[in-house]
């Protein structure tokens, strides 16, 4: 477990949040970083103001969170949300 970041999401803004984000595909392999995980990643960057390759170790690694960030993006899912 590790420690949280100003940036993370409280349990009640992720219940607001939750669903908003697109679930994942029924095919393939289960997801290996929870979608909670990966929005605080983006939550993250956006509040720091840092580069995606300069994502915390201990966050998703930044090719996945900008996947789904670029993903979400071009379905709405920012839109919905603000």
């Known amino acids: 477990m590790r420690e ?20 994942g595909s029924i095919l393939g392999r289960p997801p290996r970083y929870s979608k909670r995980d990966i929005v605080n990643a983006i939550f993250y960057l956006v509040r720091s103001g840092c580069a995606w390759r300069m994502l915390p170790h201990d ?18 899912v920012w ?4």
């Open 4 to 23: 949280n970041y100003p940036s993370d999401l409280t349990d009640k803004e992720w219940a607001l949040l939750e669903p908003l984000i697109p679930g």
């Open 59 to 76: 966050l998703p690694p930044w090719r996945i969170c900008y996947h789904y960030f670029s993903k979400w993006k071009h379905e709405g």
């Open 79 to 82: 839109e919905a949300i603000h």
